[in-house]
């Protein structure tokens, strides 16, 4: 039996329904500064797109391809991060196993 992973990044769909639910100036926060000039474009085009998924429509739609994946990449880095932080939180619930394998928890087993 294979062990699960801990966690799954988002999937294109996941990604295309994040940033549908943005408004334009979220949109533009979630992008690098160099290249929000693009947002407005990639905004309309997620509000206009029967697509499902953010990286088949940006297969599709080159024009919007830097935007669309310095969002992608803003949102599966904080992803990452909050689920880093969510597995490391339960495996460092007292007597957990990272409590275990760290030199020094951040907390006690009670």
């Known amino acids: 039996m294979s062990a699960q992973p801990l966690w799954l990044p988002p999937s294109g769909e996941g990604l295309f329904q994040g940033a549908r639910a943005l408004s334009l100036p979220s949109l533009a926060d979630a992008i690098r500064p160099a290249v929000r000039s693009l947002t407005p474009p990639l905004h309309s085009a997620v509000w206009g797109s029967l697509d499902q998924s953010l990286d088949a429509m940006l297969e599709l739609r080159t024009d919007l391809q830097t935007a669309g994946k310095a969002y992608m990449a803003r949102a599966l880095l904080r992803a990452e ?8 939180d339960r495996l460092l619930k007292p007597c957990g196993l990272l409590f275990l394998f760290v030199e020094k928890p951040y907390r006690k087993c009670n």
């Open 81 to 88: 991060a909050a689920a880093r932080a969510s597995v490391e």
